[in-house]
């Protein structure tokens, strides 16, 4: 069945530094989705993106969808402390669901 | 609106006992998910429903029943609790399914730890 890959699983960084994740599908996706799960907290839905080499922003949050529709990345310019949890990326599934990625757990040292 | 509810939030079960997890919804949302979530694996599809009366599994299905007599809830019943069903569960709900590419509401979730 389809697989999603996401690296890297954990990420250390100081504050003030970038940070990225990348996501891969076996298969091209019709959309792919990001959340982010706080410690503790339940995954609350980032972006959607749908069109082969879209581009997204938000504020500090740069989200690409390749051009083959089969990876995308997640990068964070400057973390701050509020920026802490565990970023997933998730493709519709086999089923009428989502599958995710493994996440991407950031931890951010002051 | 409350989003979407899960009761309770934390359960410990012995094996073998059966329980139900609740999960509501105040969206009129369609489609409502079970997911299960364990270290190192990401959040995995159990069952899904698209509507009042229609269940269908997911990813992960075996030991999980579900039913959807109404369009706010859909709850989730372990038969008999296994200690390899130690996990967090999540009810998400959307307006279409997610081949729609519809946002998906996630609950709060409940810990459930089987001994």
């Known amino acids: 069945g389809q697989q999603v890959m996401q690296i890297p699983q954990y990420q250390h960084v100081q504050e003030g530094e970038d940070f990225t994740t990348y996501c891969n599908s076996s298969?091209?996706?019709?959309?792919i989705q990001w959340y982010k799960q706080r410690p503790g907290g339940h995954p609350v839905f980032l972006i959607q993106?749908?069109?082969?080499?879209e581009v997204k922003k938000q504020k500090r949050l740069t989200f690409q969808f390749g051009e083959a529709k089969k990876n995308s990345s997640l990068h964070i310019t400057a973390t701050q402390t509020t920026d802490v949890g565990t970023y997933f990326c998730?493709?519709?599934?086999?089923?009428?669901?989502?599958?995710f990625g493994k996440g991407t757990h950031l931890i951010i040292q002051p | 609106n409350a989003g979407v509810t899960q009761t309770p939030k934390f359960q410990v079960l012995k094996t073998g006992q059966s329980m139900t997890l609740q999960c509501a919804q105040d969206?009129?949302?369609?489609?409502m998910s079970w997911y299960r979530q364990d270290p190192g694996m990401g959040l995995r599809l159990i069952h899904y429903?698209?509507?009042?009366?229609?269940?269908d599994q997911g990813e992960v299905p075996n030991g999980y029943n579900v039913s959807r007599s109404t369009t706010e809830d859909f709850p989730l019943r372990l038969l008999s609790a296994a200690p390899s069903q130690t996990s967090v569960y999540f009810c998400?709900?959307?307006?279409?399914?997610?081949?729609?590419?519809?946002?998906?509401?996630f609950g709060p979730g409940t810990r459930l730890t089987v001994l």
């Open positions: 298969t091209t996706l019709s959309n």
């Open positions: 998730a493709g519709p599934g086999g089923a009428d669901g989502l599958t």
């Open positions: 998400a709900s959307s307006y279409g399914g997610t081949r729609l590419g519809d946002t998906q509401y």
């Open positions: 993106l749908v069109k082969s080499g």
């Open positions: 969206m009129n949302h369609e489609y």
């Open positions: 429903s698209v509507g009042a009366g229609i269940t």
